[in-house]
């Protein structure tokens, strides 16, 4: 049996506990340093989420625990945190359609961009038109149904399943951003 | 007598070889050792971890009651890592993915442990720091090695940052990039030692 | 329900955290020699493993990650491994004689095992829920005592077979766990559903 030295057994609480706090300082000081320091995102990432963000000046993104990138956070010059952004690719009709955006901080679209896509020239590349992109400013996600189901979005006639894509491709990444930073 | 301060930093690179002699850190030896571009940052990274903490624990070695010594080594080593590891998050984050987990498990990486209680608590901390240093240093070497081998022998070349440095016109076997490969690669060098050994007796 | 038995095989089968992760490797190769403590420490690591799991699982989702300190994931994570196999063994010692002579002697062994807080890791880096962390800590646990059932087994016969003498001993280890990584690997990826 092992005996009980109440002497020891303090000064084995008190040196860890001392070493505990001191090295817990030096890690949380060390990693608000190194995030104050690191690169900021890439500055294709910025140009692009600028577009779909007016006024905010830095992003950050946000990573998973395999350090994938789930979305952006937007920030003002002034160090404000303005909402987020996204940038990701989804299925059209015919190929990827790359898709960012901007969502305020209740979650409202501040702005849509189809960055790239490969449906059919002059009927699914319509979705590239700005006032179809127009469209989703300031809408929540719950908001963004065509206006033939008494929404907000017109389609492009003969142009359905993109359309639709677009939508739910949109809508479902809100949701899911939502989800995240919502909380 | 003090044993000079060139045997305690080469005693880890020829006589007491941390991973080829005394068989330790071996989960985060074979499993990083796919390429020569990710055994090169885990063995730096384990240069200074092994440095730092041998250090750091000989400067406190005499303020450590016997109960909680081993707690107390984890907390010093675990520090020095979370340091490593929040410094390659922030500024070299496609290494830090590539690492993934192993890094991390420095934390109880047997030859960090083993030095620190056979060495670093009962000498003074140069010493203590020149052993890190040399075993860490062991390790590296050690751990590049089995890299070469396995990325040639897998993939046919070495690539480090997208720069080809080798191409050996070889029919690549994938197995050795496969963690099978690592251990058999190991057991290989192993037994060349063990040969190499007898040899030279 | 098929999310947890896909779990439970990968844990003990395709990503087998010693032939596979490449965790608990020096334990692996020094208890290997004789069946009797091979079969202890398995015993143990998987007790502590299905604790370990959901306990640190339950820390990082709770308690770290609210607070934007996941950073600090590895200084907790093995402080509370520590702990919890330091209660462990006086709870044994106090109530079990029996089991503390079967156990007691691995659990220091296994508090710094890199198997239990490979496997805290993995758990939380491969993002499962807290009832799959109990499922992935034993499958992983039972997947370990498997390898080191099969590896004491193969070495007690290799003592006697005739074997090039630079590969006694250690070499010969390595390799047939390469050749064990394999089978692991690849043959049972009949299990993959």
Redesign the interface.
């Known amino acids: 049996m092992k005996t009980f030295d109440t002497a020891e057994a303090v000064k084995s609480i008190a040196v860890l506990t001392v070493l505990l706090g001191l090295s817990t300082f030096l890690m949380i000081v060390f990693h608000d340093f190194v995030e104050s320091h690191r690169p900021k995102v890439e500055e294709s990432v910025r140009v692009i989420l600028e577009q779909v963000l007016p006024g905010a000046a830095e992003f950050k993104p946000v990573f998973d625990e395999q350090d994938q990138v789930l979305y952006y956070e937007a920030f003002s010059r002034e160090g404000r945190k303005k909402g987020y952004g996204f940038i990701f690719s989804g299925l059209g009709m015919w190929g990827e359609i790359r898709y960012s955006g901007g969502l305020d901080l209740d979650f409202r679209l501040t702005g849509v961009k189809i960055l790239k896509q490969e449906e059919t020239p002059g009927l699914g590349s319509r979705i590239e038109e700005p006032w179809f992109q127009e469209q989703f400013k300031g809408l929540a996600a719950g908001e963004l149904e065509f206006t033939k189901h008494g929404g907000k979005i017109d389609g492009i006639t003969g142009v359905t399943t993109t359309c639709e894509a677009v939508v739910e491709a949109i809508k479902v990444e809100m949701t899911r951003i939502a989800g995240y930073a919502g909380g | 007598m003090a044993r000079s301060c060139w045997y305690e930093f080469r005693k880890g690179i020829w006589g007491k070889h941390p991973v080829f002699c005394l068989l330790l850190g071996l989960c985060t030896t074979l499993a990083v050792s796919i390429r020569v571009e990710n055994a090169v940052a885990m063995g730096i990274a384990t240069i200074c971890i092994l440095s730092a903490a041998n250090t750091v624990i000989s400067l406190l070695r005499k303020a450590i009651p016997h109960t909680v010594h081993l707690p107390v080594f984890l907390v010093v080593i675990a520090t020095f890592v979370t340091l490593v590891e929040v410094f390659l998050k922030g500024f070299l984050p496609d290494i830090h993915k590539a690492l993934g987990i192993y890094l991390p498990l420095i934390v109880v990486n047997c030859i960090v442990l083993a030095r620190a209680e056979a060495h670093a608590s009962k000498h003074g901390p140069l010493s203590a720091f020149l052993d890190g240093a040399g075993m860490g240093t062991g390790y590296a070497i050690g751990i590049v090695l089995i890299a070469v081998i396995r990325e040639t022998w897998g993939t046919g070349m070495i690539v480090i940052r997208g720069v080809t440095l080798l191409r050996v016109g070889i029919l690549p076997a994938e197995i050795m990039v496969l963690p099978p490969g690592g251990f058999l690669v190991m057991g290989l060098l192993l037994a060349l030692f063990a040969f190499l050994e007898r040899r030279i007796r | 329900m098929s999310n947890y038995l896909s779990i439970f095989l990968t844990g003990l089968f395709l990503k087998n955290f010693v ?8 334990a692996f ?2 208890v290997s020699k004789e069946t009797k403590p091979a079969l202890g420490m398995g015993v143990t690591v998987t007790a502590v493993m299905t604790f370990a799991t959901p306990i640190t699982w339950a820390l990082y989702h709770h308690i770290l990650k609210p607070l934007d ?1 996941t ?5 907790t994570f ?2 509370i491994i ?1 702990t919890f196999v330091e209660m462990a063994e006086y709870i044994i010692r106090k109530t079990s004689p029996g089991l503390y002579r079967t156990m007691g002697i691995y659990l ?1 062994l296994v ?4 198997a239990i ?2 496997a805290a ?2 758990n ?4 499962h829920t807290l009832a799959e962390s109990i499922v992935f800590g034993f499958s992983g646990g039972l997947g370990f005592s498997l390898v080191m059932l099969i590896m004491s087994g193969i070495r007690e016969r290799m003592e006697l077979a005739d074997v ?5 001993g ?6 047939i ?3 064990l ?2 089978v692991f ?1 690849h043959y049972f990826g009949v299990f993959r559903i």
Not at chain 3, 124 to 127: A, F, K, L, P, Y
């Open positions: 032939l596979v992760m490449f965790l608990g490797l020096c190769f020094g300190l950073y600090l994931w590895i200084m093995i402080l520590a220091p508090a710094s095992n890199c807080l490979g890791l993995l939380i880096s491969w993002g090039p003498v630079s590969f006694k250690a070499p010969l280890a390595f390799i766990g390469g050749l990584s394999m690997m």
